[in-house]
Structures are given as structure tokens and as C-alpha cells.
């Protein structure tokens, strides 16, 4: 069993950054694919970016390609979601989820997910 946790959302302007991390309780990270997704209310979640295990190769949706940008330190067990040039839009909760085998846009295929944080960008 995998626990995430998700901290760092909040309110930021329109054109900001924020800085979110996921934080992750198993001796095992490094093995794990890992995804941030979002959820705004009365929509469904969606998926933002994903990172392998060793952090090589990333893949983001098209909405946040430029801005946005997922890291991870195995040392600390903990996955990062650098978000700049905010805008209102981007305005949910926001999820990590380790996959044992996945981190693309398909979130049936993630294997454990956090609580999520709310990040809210004021225009």
C-alpha cells in the first residue's frame, strides 16, 4: 500500500506560480510512474502530466505544455508539479497517483492516489 499526500496548493493571480508536491510513504518510490491530474468542479478529472521512474521522460496535456512542469526527487520520495503563467482556468484540485506500470492520461490505470490540493487562481 501506497499513501500520497499532496501539499502546497492555495490562492495565487492570474499569471503566477505555485509550487505543489506529493509526497509518497512506501521504501519503494523510484518504482513507481508518477501523474498529476485535476479536477475542477462539475468536471471530470483530467490528466496533466506524468513522469517515469527515473524522471527522464515526462508527458503533459496540451493545456499545460510550456507552463507546467513535473519533477521528482527519489531521494525524498516525492513528486513535484511546477505550475507558472497560472490561469483561472487551471483552477482545481489537484491529484497525484503512482502507477506501478503507467503514467499517461488514462487514470484507471494508476494504482494509488492522494487526497488532493486545491489551487485557486483569482483573475
Known amino acids: 500500500q501506497v499513501r500520497l499526500v499532496e501539499s502546497g496548493g492555495g490562492l495565487v493571480q492570474a499569471g503566477g506560480s505555485l509550487r505543489i508536491s506529493c509526497a509518497a510513504s512506501?521504501?519503494?518510490?523510484?518504482?513507481?510512474?508518477m501523474g498529476w491530474f485535476r479536477q475542477a468542479p462539475g468536471k471530470e478529472r483530467e490528466f496533466v502530466a506524468g513522469?517515469?521512474?527515473?524522471?527522464?521522460?515526462?508527458n503533459y496535456a496540451d493545456s499545460v505544455k510550456g507552463r507546467f512542469t513535473i519533477s521528482r526527487d527519489n531521494a525524498k520520495n516525492t513528486v513535484y508539479l511546477e505550475m507558472n503563467s497560472l490561469k483561472p482556468e487551471d483552477t482545481a484540485v489537484y491529484y497525484c497517483?503512482?502507477?506501478?506500470?503507467?503514467?499517461?492520461?488514462?487514470?484507471?490505470?494508476?494504482?494509488?492516489w492522494g487526497q488532493g490540493t486545491q489551487v485557486t487562481v483569482s483573475s
Open positions: 497517483a503512482a502507477g506501478i506500470a503507467y503514467y499517461g492520461s488514462d487514470p484507471r490505470r494508476y494504482d494509488y
Open positions: 512506501t521504501m519503494t518510490f523510484s518504482t513507481y510512474r
Open positions: 513522469i517515469s521512474r527515473n524522471g527522464g521522460t515526462t
